[in-house]
């Protein structure tokens, strides 16, 4: 399908690894030239020296944890210095630490929120004038814990559901500004962190490894694991005209595990 990218610029935070590097090589493959963010410089690196490979676009890499007040105008700063515009802002940095309830402690919810909610917002602020200059777009990565609480996934599902109120009140405020905000929910999608979960089963059940998987999977009620490249599709699809009449809408890619409305 021809999403009429090409030559359009990308910021893409969480860049270096799993869904945020799915994500640029979507975006790269059709055509988007791209700013990768990560603290991994290494590894943006070799992500970037990949999809300068693969595709013929400029790749900009921006080392910065998004965990500093200050990283995020520098960031847009450095993004439109070098690519000239910024079309799509893509929010997927952060992780968020599980584990029983009384054994997390002020500091991991802290961290939890100054990186996944807090740099999405510091992100957004940086760079909604370039968007609304380009008529562009943003996609927030959530996750579906926000849509049940889990008892291992506290400070996960918290986080989560605050991003998807903060898509709807920016995609609120981008109405009469020409600039879409929507949210994407990924369910289980095998990814280092999704190995990290299947290990951690192992352990807590002593499984073999497709044992742990099968476990899993069955505990979503899904036929499988979900691939990265189709949460980057996704967020193609979106950053795209063909979606422009998709504002505010929180978009579950999970297999069809969440079955609430």
């Not at 799915?22 to 603290?39: P, Q």
């Not at 921006?62 to 802002?89: E, I, M």
């Not at 909604?128 to 996960?156: D, H, K, M, Y």
């Amino acid at each position: 399908m021809e999403l009429g990218l090409t030559g359009k610029v990308a910021l893409v935070t969480g860049a270096n690894r799993g869904i945020g590097a799915a994500i640029a090589a979507e975006l790269a493959s059709e055509g988007m030239n791209l700013c990768l963010v990560a603290r991994d410089a290494d590894r943006l690196e070799d992500v970037a020296g990949r999809l300068r490979r693969t595709a013929s676009i400029d790749v900009h890499v921006v080392p910065a944890d998004l965990r500093d007040p200050a990283a995020a105008a520098d960031t847009v700063s450095r993004a439109v210095q070098h690519l000239g515009r910024l079309d799509l802002l893509v929010n997927n940095a952060g992780a968020t630490k599980r584990a029983d309830f009384f054994s997390l402690t002020d500091e991991d919810w802290q961290d939890g929120f100054a990186l996944k909610f807090h740099g999405y917002v510091r992100m957004t602020r940086a760079a909604w004038p370039q968007l609304c200059e380009a008529g562009g777009s943003i996609v927030n990565i959530a996750g579906i814990g926000a849509r049940a609480g889990s008892a291992e996934f506290t400070i996960g599902g918290a986080v989560n559901v605050a991003i998807l109120n903060f898509t709807k009140a920016m995609a609120d405020i981008g109405i009469p500004l020409g600039v879409r905000v929507n949210a994407v929910n990924p369910g289980l999608i095998a990814t280092d962190r999704f190995t990290r979960n299947v290990e951690r089963t192992m352990h807590n059940h002593g499984m073999t490894w497709d044992e742990a998987l099968a476990f899993l999977i069955a505990s979503h009620g899904t036929a499988r694991v979900g691939r990265p490249e189709e949460i980057g599709a996704l967020v193609a699809y979106l950053a795209s005209a063909r979606a422009d009449f998709i504002q505010g809408s929180v978009i579950d890619i999970d297999g069809g595990a969440t079955r609430s409305l």
